[in-house]
RNA sequence: GCCCCUGUAGCUCAGCUGGAUAGAGCAGCGGACUUCUAAUCCGCAGGUCGCAGGUUCGAAUCCUGCCAGGGGCGCCA
């Protein structure tokens, strides 16, 4: 129970009291106004149950105000009926005494927990072709989808981080042909991979000219996907587990091979049927708007198999809610993937695909796209050795994933020592800073002290209440699945720290007042941390 | 043709499950360093929220149509 949901309490309790029972439109909200002199918190509750009461919103929102007078006593300093029937809350200096020792109190958790229910979550993620380095458009998805995962295990869930290896099928074969051309000094087909990667990992694989094309196949998979999991891990991601696609289709005797076996599953829920040889799955009892080959003709297994049969695994494994971060370039076959997962027998809500809108590359002011195969692309390896971690997980991460980005990499460049991310870890460098000035004993016994009586300067209330909304920024972060709300909090918590770092001396002055502002920055320091930790990027103690 | 995302300040983007005077960063202009860290701060300037209708006390936000940009519609992966 934060302050906040306290207040939310009340505000929801009168609103019954006077409702009587008459349903109001819509829950109302509890908002802090942009506005200075719209309260610290206001609702438009009144506005909403105006039309149930058959009274004017002004009106209501007066006998609201009694009643909340009533419910909250001294927290409350007043209220004010404002505008066509908003309810402003003016709140007592003791309540923000007593609300910053609640965050104090909840300590490394504030802000965090709650999850109902908590779920056991795979979120897979990258996902990336083996078959080259992984490039800006990766990096994209691997920074939101470790970010998603940070947020969703602070909020309560338990996460497995998950990277599908695509290490069968034909570009798997193209790819073996392409480092055996290599090695024998030839150029690569027409469809084959052009970069210079691929002379590289020629020359790790002793008899690629000569052997089987599947052998060098399989080696420079594996190569790819050690070179991969490196950049990966410098930029702070891990993956719990690494799965072969080829795995799903190695049967072990008695058993058969997953895809068999997910065959089997759908057979039996009467869901396949053969023509023209192939055998099909009906999506279209699914909303899918036709419906999709399993086994070709030619007896071979589509993509689409192999995915069933791991989604099949994946519940299998125990996991009740499966999260794919997907390229915009895999929107069409979200449809067929829910029909499919339902055919199996999921329920809808335990599989989530989330699109993530895609990367452009603009190189001289032109957009250019990315090729794997012609070798023409920005690496992870690069994007982190030009700007670093930190500014690199920004960049990507305080946009929505809704949203097309662009990446210039000479702007990223010259831009980067203007990143935001800077900001931000500078007023927590600074904290530190004054922390340390206070020294630790003091610091000590401020966290120690009661929550004092002492009269409060408008950046301190504008603080605390900053720091209360956290705990709803990452509600609505998780809710949402939208990332970069975090990363628009933190830049805020650090303008507003600053702001009061700007007006209010806190080492050295009376020491009731300095007390709380030690308190008060302790507060924002965990919380600028806990930020950027969510974000997968540093807090440092100095700059 | 159908489907998904986007269109908000010069640029990059927040705000979008309806609320009061639409925000931030960067770029521009003018100011502030005997400080608790100037990687900072203060001020100024900058907007037909793509266009047109509709819904309502109230629309950047919801609905419809149109325009523009990106992506997708395989027995490819």
Known sequence: MTPVTEL???????????????????????????????????????LLLAPALGAPPREVAERLGDELRERLGPALDRVEVAGPGFLNLFLADRWYAQALAGVLD????????????????????????????????HTRNAAYGDALARLLEFGGHTVHREFYVNDFGSQVQRFGESIQARARGEEPGEEGYRGEYIEDIA????????????????????????????????????????????????????????????????????????????????????????????????????????????????????????????????????????????????????????????VQLVEGGRRSSMSKRRGEFVTIDELVDEIGVDAARWYLLARS??????????????????????????????ISSVLQKAGEERVRRALAGEPGDVELHDAERTLIKKLLAFPDEVAEAIERRAVHR??????????????????????????????????????????????????????????
């Not at 759908?266 to 279209?284: F, N």
């Open 8 to 46: 939310r309490d009340a505000v929801e309790a009168a609103v019954g009291a006077l409702g009587d029972g008459t349903p109001a439109r819509a829950r109302p909200t509890l908002e802090r106004p942009k506005q200075a002199g719209h309260g610290d918190y206001a609702t438009n509750a009144a």
């Open 106 to 137: 909840a300590g490394e958790a504030f802000g965090g927990g709650g999850a109902d229910p908590a779920r056991v979550v795979n979120v897979e993620f990258v996902s990336a072709n083996p078959t080259g380095p992984i490039h800006v458009g």
């Open 203 to 358: 020359r790790r694989i002793p008899d690629a000219a000569t052997a089987p094309v599947a052998d060098v196949a399989r080696r420079g998979v594996e190569l790819m996907v050690e070179a991969i999991a490196q950049s990966l891990e410098r930029f702070r991601v891990r993956f719990d587990t690494w799965f072969s696609e080829r795995s799903l289709h190695e049967a072990h005797p008695p058993d058969p091979s997953p895809v068999e076996h997910a065959f089997d599953v759908l057979a039996e829920q009467g869901r396949t049927y053969r023509s023209d040889g192939a055998l099909w799955l009906r999506t279209t009892e699914f909303g899918d708007d036709k419906d999709r080959v399993l086994e070709r003709s030619s007896g071979e297994h589509t993509y689409f198999a192999s995915d069933i049969a791991y989604h099949q695994l994946k519940r299998e494994r125990g996991f009740n809610l499966l999260i794919n971060v997907l390229g915009a370039d895999h929107h069409g076959y979200v449809g067929r993937m829910h029909a499919a997962f339902e055919a199996l027998g999921g329920a809808p809500d335990e599989l989530e695909l989330l699109i993530m809108q895609l």
């Open 401 to 430: 994933h809704e949203t097309t980005i662009e990446v210039d990499l000479d702007l990223a460049r010259e831009q980067s020592s203007e990143n935001p991310v800077y900001y931000v870890q500078y007023a927590h460098a600074r």
């Open 486 to 543: 975090i990363a628009a909090y933190a830049l805020e918590l650090a303008q507003t720290f600053t702001a009061f770092y700007r007006d209010c001396q806190v080492v050295g002055v009376e020491p009731d007042v300095e007390e709380l502002r030690l308190r008060l920055s302790v507060a924002t320091r965990r919380t600028i941390a806990r930020a950027l930790d969510l974000l997968g990027v540093s807090a440092p103690d100095a700059m």
